[in-house]
């Protein structure tokens, strides 16, 4: 059966379907020998012989791999880095399937990556990336207080709120930890908002993605997850409850910053 060629190689594990793009754009595609550059072009990976960034595409189909992967600072969200970076590759040895990560984590970041084979789901996810809700840790420069959070939340178009911090107790802590939960394209405006009001940000880590999270996985190691879990992904929205509980931050009480520090537990 004739399928469209960014389908088929994302299928087989080589790319994800919009990395698949490029790659028959600049001519790293080949279905018979033959050169393809056009992004409509339909192949029959049971009886053509397709060649995608000098691989080869297999026609079968193998197993549909799901990873949860938390990412340590200074790796780069990649499989490969020209510049000869450290990249998530280093983190899967062993693992005979081909995956790619799903969306971008920045360089300096840390925390939850998502990775696959399965191209479908893949396409799926980066087409609506941006409705789907990600929760961060965030450390800053000093300390906001819950109307900081209240008002600043409100501004940026996020939902922030206080983490216990981890040297509270021994009285060290200078530059506290906050929880945020936001869109993709927030986080710079975050970042801009942030600095105005001389708070920079410090260290940022990717707890959460959708109903996904990073809780259990030690830094620099994965989890496999079954592929039920994973299709969370495709319909995952902030639904009432979520909405409520979260609306009510900064509101449902009014102790004080220091007797809050308690609720959540911050990465150390």
Known sequence: MEERLQKIIAR??????????LLILSGQVKVNGRVVRELGTKADAAKDRIEAAGRAVESKEGRRVYILLNKPPEVVSA?????????????LRGLPERVFPVGNLEYAASGLVF??????LAAEMLKNWARLEQAYH???????????LERLGKEIGVRMQTVRQPDASRGRAANFWYEVRMRDSKKEEMRRVLVKEQHPVEKLKRIGLGPLTVEGIPRGRYRL???????RLRK???????KKRISGIGRRDHRSHRERRGERKAPV
């Open 138 to 148: 965030v450390k800053v420069k000093g300390m906001l207080t819950l109307p900081d």
């Open 236 to 242: 995952f929205e902030t639904g009432g409850e979520e």
């Open 225 to 231: 997850i079954e592929q039920k879990e994973a299709e």
């Open 79 to 91: 499989m490969a880095d020209p510049e000869g970076r450290k990249t998530l590759r280093n983190f």
């Open 115 to 120: 990775l696959t084979n399965d191209g479908d």
């Open 12 to 21: 087989a594990g080589i790319a994800s379907r919009r990395h698949a793009e």
